[in-house]
Nanobody, 115 residues
Framework: QVQLVESGGGLVQPGGSLRLSCAASRSISVMGWYRQAPAKQRELVASINYVGARNYADSVKGRFTISRDSAKNTVYLEMNSLKPEDTAVYHC????????????WGQGTQVTVSS
């Protein structure tokens, strides 16, 4: 079993930045972020594996950066140039295959981009 504890999120103006963090209770191969906006399906934002390979949703490429600190079992999502359409609940996820939702989920953190 893996517990995921998220932090960060909040309200930011368009064009602003936020950083999300997610700490896992133990080491796991792949960690990432998914998001779900109201009335929409949950979608992959970005994920990273234990050797640093990354993948991103097309909608966030060039604006978001995912990184991890393996010593701390923590993954970060740096979000820049935020847009109103980035508004969603962001969930940390952990598993074993890049780009595939893993079995473990965080409780979610709200990101709201609004003026």
């Amino acid at each position: 079993q893996v517990q995921l504890v998220e932090s960060g999120g909040g309200l930011v103006q368009p064009g602003g930045s936020l950083r999300l963090s997610c700490a896992a209770s133990r080491s796991i191969s792949v960690m990432g972020w998914y998001r779900q906006a109201p009335a929409k399906q949950r979608e992959l934002v970005a994920s990273i594996n234990y050797v640093g390979a990354r993948n991103y949703a097309d909608s966030v490429k060039g604006r978001f950066t995912i990184s991890r600190d393996s010593a701390k079992n923590t993954v970060y999502l740096e979000m820049n140039s935020l847009k109103p359409e980035d508004t969603a609940v962001y969930h940390c996820n952990a598993g074993w295959a890049l780009g595939v939702p893993g079995s473990y989920w965080g409780q979610g953190t709200q990101v709201t981009v609004s003026s």
